[in-house]
């Protein structure tokens, strides 16, 4: 039976629509974005109302009439997790900063990690930032570890090293992903340049190699940087006072994930913009992608960026010929698992409790056919206090029923 039930402003329930839809709801949003009418019709079966438990048809609250708009998702991709500490080198250890793990690779039988890594504590931008850290990703550089089974790791030492002074990298270099492809390794990260100051602008590079225990070879340049229409105001070291704000990323790039889709180098990453501020979902944090026909670049900004109005650290991945993100941390949509058809447009597929912070995703799992099959298990880091993090294992599961000890979860 249809029902009119848009006496009320019909823009919010278009935005949930918008937000929350799969691509056939999205073309769907878009044919009704521009009705003929200022009517809009939504069916209302007598199923769909038991389903939601709505009572009563003729007086639909506003909440009502947002889940009445919502798509009609399964919970293939409802997901929830558990995190435990490893063994070895990567347990805890006071006085170093382990953290931003890369994905986990398996080369000859043996799982591979990249990580930041630095030592001694924070003391922030009050303190001498010639001489200490301003973050504890500050003066860091990547090392890498291994494992037989993904538990107890040994650390294998240095990867990617700081840059001689002067040089874009000189500061630190952190928060790393791997790519594995045709017989060859990139590690993407991030760069910052001394001095560490608020300002500063934070660029992304690539070192590779021809097998994960390197030597690896840097481009000359950062393979990304920010957009540079932003413009500061005045000479103070403040980031949130701006002549104009920019694009998203007119800040910071950060979190690069490096995929290899239909044939070219898709650089996920994070985008910080000139001039922050707070929303209603919390923190301006949006993700882009840059495309390259070449591993080491040129990468070009898409032109549909922003891709994510939300997120924080990229965990992206290939699923069903499309790219997955796990949307974590900031703004309106974290906290949400996305699917798009193409890696660029992407729609939610399933709203989750939280999520572990900076995820390195396990590779080797069957990522393309089951929704939350790449979130099984991997790493993730741990705030073991302001200055210490390490890196802990999570195991992802897919979560079907809710029941109370000893009763039954069968349904009809
Ligand atoms: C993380 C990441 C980047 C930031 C910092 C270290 O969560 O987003 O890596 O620079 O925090």
Redesign the pocket.
């Known amino acids: 039976m249809k029902r009119n039930v848009d006496q009320y402003n019909r823009m919010p329930y278009l935005g949930w629509l918008c937000l929350l839809g799969l691509f056939a709801s999205v073309t769907a949003c878009q044919e009704t974005a521009t009705p003929s009418t200022q009517e809009e019709e939504l069916e209302i079966t007598d199923e769909k109302l038991d389903h939601l438990g709505i009572t009563n048809r003729d007086m639909l609250s506003a909440a009502s009439k947002r889940a009445l708009a919502w798509p009609d998702l399964g919970n293939e991709w409802f997901v929830e997790f558990k995190v435990h500490d490893l063994k070895g080198d990567l347990a805890y250890e006071e006085g170093v900063v382990r953290r931003?793990p890369s994905a986990v690779i398996q080369v000859d039988g043996k799982y591979f990690v990249w990580y930041s890594r630095s030592t001694g504590t924070t003391q922030g931008f009050a303190g001498d930032i010639e001489n200490e850290k301003v973050f504890p990703?500050d003066r860091c550089d990547i090392w890498y570890a291994t494992s037989d089974d993904g538990w107890t790791w040994k650390e294998e030492g240095l990867a990617v090293p700081r840059g001689e002074k002067g040089s874009y990298d000189d500061r630190s270099v952190?928060?790393t992903e791997i790519l594995q492809h045709e017989g060859k390794y990139y590690l993407t990260y991030?760069t910052v340049k001394s001095p560490y100051v608020v300002r500063v602008k934070?660029q992304i590079g690539l070192a590779w190699a021809d097998s994960p225990h390197g030597p690896w070879t840097k481009t000359e340049e950062p393979i990304l940087s920010p957009a540079d229409n932003g413009e500061w105001e005045g000479e103070e070291d403040n980031r949130f006072m701006v002549k104009k704000k920019g694009d998203f990323d007119s800040h910071k790039v950060?979190?690069p994930c490096l995929l290899f889709y239909n044939d070219k180098f898709h650089l996920y990453y994070?985008g910080e913009q000139m001039g922050e501020e707070i929303t209603f979902g919390g923190r301006q944090i949006r993700h882009g992608v840059a495309i390259a026909d070449n591993p080491l670049g040129p990468y070009v900004k898409s032109p549909y960026n922003p891709i994510s109005n939300s997120g924080?650290?990229i965990c992206v991945w290939h699923h069903n010929g499309g790219i997955a993100s796990l949307i974590t941390t900031d703004g309106p949509e974290k906290n949400t698992i996305q699917w798009s058809p193409d890696g660029i447009n992407f729609e939610i597929q399933s709203v989750i409790k939280g999520a572990p912070?900076?995820i390195g995703l396990n590779r080797t799992l069957d990522t393309e056919t089951e929704p939350a099959g790449a979130l099984e298990w991997g790493l993730t880091h741990q705030y073991k206090s302001r200055d210490y993090q390490y890196i802990r294992r999570f195991e992802g599961r897919r979560r079907t029923t809710h029941t109370a000890l000893g009763a039954s979860s069968k349904r009809n």
């Open positions: 931003d990703w952190f928060t991030q934070n950060h979190d994070k924080h650290e912070h900076a």
